[in-house]
Each structure stands twice: as structure tokens, then as C-alpha cells.
Nanobody
Framework: EVQLVESGGGLGQAGGSLRLSCAASGFTFDDYAIGWFRQAPGKEREGVSCISNSDGTTYYPDSVKGRFTISSDNAKNTVYLQMNSLKPEDAAVYYC??????????????????WGQGTQVTVSS
């Protein structure tokens, strides 16, 4: 059974940091890209980062570039999202997702096959 379990969400302060984790099981981790998405109330789901577990390709949109860093520990089948310099607009439910394929990762939700349940991130100003 495929499982993606997010953790590490909670309350952060503006200007502060949080680290999210996505623990994966039930599939061959190296064959998949992992993406992080977020969705705030009333807004569309937005891709905020992704990483290819086959070659380490990463992607960040301008909204988080320079503040968020994605990394993968293939030995632990876990992907991390380090979020620094938090802004109130970063508040959302954050989801990780897995999409099959090598040497790619993308920011479109429909490119991904499996999803976690999400973890809430709240940012106080």
C-alpha cells in the first residue's frame, strides 16, 4: 500500500522557520519525483517545490525561491521541505505527492499519482 505521511507542520512566526517531512512507503522511492504543494482557503493548490529522486532535479516557483529548500534522504525514503523566512502568505495545508518517472519534477498537481493527507502550516505575524 502506497503511503505518504507529512509531518512537521504547526505554528511558525513570520521570519521564522519550519521543516516539513514526507515519509514514503509502498513504492520504489528512487523511481518517483516528490512534490510539495500547498492550498490555502479559497485558493488553488499551488506547487511550492519538487525533487527528482533519480537525479536530484529540483524546482521552486518564484514565490518561495531562496526561502524554501527541498531535500531527499533516499535511505530513509523521506523528503524534507525546509521553510525559512516564513511569511503570513505561506500559511496553508501542505501536501506531498509522488509522481512516477526519472529526471523530472513538476509543479502541476495532475502530474502526481499519490498524495499524502496534508499538514497545516500557520504563520503568525
Amino acid at each position: 500500500e502506497v503511503q505518504l505521511v507529512e509531518s512537521g507542520g504547526g505554528l511558525g512566526q513570520a521570519g521564522g522557520s519550519l521543516r516539513l517531512s514526507c515519509a514514503a512507503s509502498g513504492f520504489t522511492f528512487d523511481d518517483y519525483a516528490i512534490g510539495w504543494f500547498r492550498q490555502a482557503p479559497g485558493k488553488e493548490r499551488e506547487g511550492v517545490s519538487c525533487i527528482s529522486n533519480s537525479d536530484g532535479t529540483t524546482y521552486y516557483p518564484d514565490s518561495v525561491k531562496g526561502r524554501f529548500t527541498i531535500s531527499s534522504d533516499n535511505a530513509k525514503n523521506t523528503v524534507y521541505l525546509q521553510m525559512n523566512s516564513l511569511k503570513p502568505e505561506d500559511a496553508a495545508v501542505y501536501y506531498c505527492a509522488a509522481g512516477y518517472g526519472s529526471s523530472w519534477c513538476g509543479d502541476e498537481w495532475d502530474e502526481y499519482d499519490y498524495w499524502g493527507q496534508g499538514t497545516q502550516v500557520t504563520v503568525s505575524s
